[in-house]
């Protein structure tokens, strides 16, 4: 089976697109064409994908990259057996190209309830947006092959869904944690916590443990990040692969995910959680409903209130101060995504859909 894999909008390093996806594909055989905005992003295709670079569709400038991708897909449309999209942008690459194989779209988000996480869209704007949102999913569900990353994101479609839930690779063993060194893997942004993460850096570096921030910031927290790093209260390491990234959380005191009361993270399982617990380190989590279910169910964590930095550095010194029921949260939390959120426990169902959906038999 010969794949293609777009997207215009996520790193071309995704976690989920490149290192669950399109692995479990090359895994399982199968051969994966990848277009992505390489160039855009400053990465370089992996040897085990054949690379397409397309535009990058950021802020309002979308229409190029939508275009490209239209184009790439009409001149492989008779050399695939399947595609895969993963921005609603997509939407429009794909709709309408006649003779075309079967298109999947996998949901990564509530696209209508990030409206509101996107400042270049105009308030006046977002109503009607949202409403068109609405409209444009209705419609890829008539036409098109739906995956889902929430369960939650069921209802809002008529019909069922394979669920491919953001799991992680759990590795055989992992280092207990230590006590100098709190993390946090991911998109940064305000509404992801970037101002409480440099407030709790403040309060803990008296205490000289370290926060240590990865992933790549949006416009409005570079500067607010650049400048905490320059008075050396944090560490920040830009986008990183995600298989290099992972291994930065082995031994840290613990983990953060400070996300605010947003919709479209209501019910959303952060993926940095289960990362999180992977590695065997507790979690300290604002309670977002799945990430405090997921972390109350395994006793894995702190739960702290919203937009509360003075709360998190106090959970971050109680685990310090308790290196026994630091290890036992880290030991719970690995041993739960082990035997409940290892990727590979779900890839071989999702490989399995798609050879289904491109009629190839084994």
Do not use: C
């Amino acid at each position: 089976m010969h794949v293609l894999v777009m997207t215009v909008v996520h790193n071309p390093e995704d976690a989920r697109i490149l290192h669950r996806q399109i692995r479990a594909l090359v895994d399982a055989g199968h051969e994966v064409t990848y277009a992505a905005s390489f160039t855009a992003h400053g990465v370089v295709p992996r040897p085990w994908v054949t690379g397409v670079d397309l535009p990058r569709a950021a802020q309002r400038k979308r229409m190029s990259a939508t275009w490209a991708a239209r184009q790439l897909f009409k001149r492989m449309r008779n050399k695939v057996d399947l595609v895969v999209i993963h921005d609603p942008e997509l939407l429009f690459a794909v709709w309408g190209v006649r003779n075309a194989p079967p298109v999947v779209w996998d949901v990564h988000e509530d696209t209508p309830a990030t409206l509101s996480l996107k400042p270049w869209l105009p308030s006046f704007l977002r109503p009607p947006v949202r409403f068109f949102a609405r409209m444009l999913e209705g419609t890829a569900e008539r036409y098109l092959h739906l995956l889902l990353a929430e369960t939650a994101y069921a209802g809002r479609f008529k019909h069922a869904h394979l669920i491919v839930p953001n799991e992680t690779w759990v590795p055989d063993s992992v280092t207990p944690p230590g006590d100098d060194r709190v993390v946090y893997l991911g998109w940064l942004s305000r509404a992801r916590g970037v101002t409480e993460a440099v407030e709790v850096a403040k309060l803990l570096q008296p205490y000289r443990v370290a926060v240590e921030l990865i992933g790549y910031a949006d416009p409005q927290s570079r500067p607010v990040l650049n400048q905490a790093v320059t008075e050396g209260l944090l560490e920040w390491r830009d986008f990183m692969p995600n298989d290099e990234a992972l291994k930065r959380l082995d031994g840290a005191l613990a983990g953060l995910s400070l996300l605010h009361d947003e919709p479209n993270y209501r019910h959303s399982m952060p993926t940095k959680i289960v990362e999180y617990m992977a590695h065997g380190i507790p979690v300290i989590t604002t309670p977002s409903p799945r990430a405090v279910e997921l972390v109350e169910r395994y006793d894995s964590g702190i739960v702290v209130p919203w937009e509360d930095p003075k709360a998190v550095a106090q959970a971050v010194l109680t685990l310090r101060d308790d290196v026994r029921e630091r290890r036992a949260q880290g030991a719970r939390g690995y041993a739960a995504a082990r035997a409940n959120h290892h990727w590979p426990n779900s890839a071989k169902r999702f490989v399995s859909q798609l050879e289904s959906w491109a009629g190839v038999t084994r």
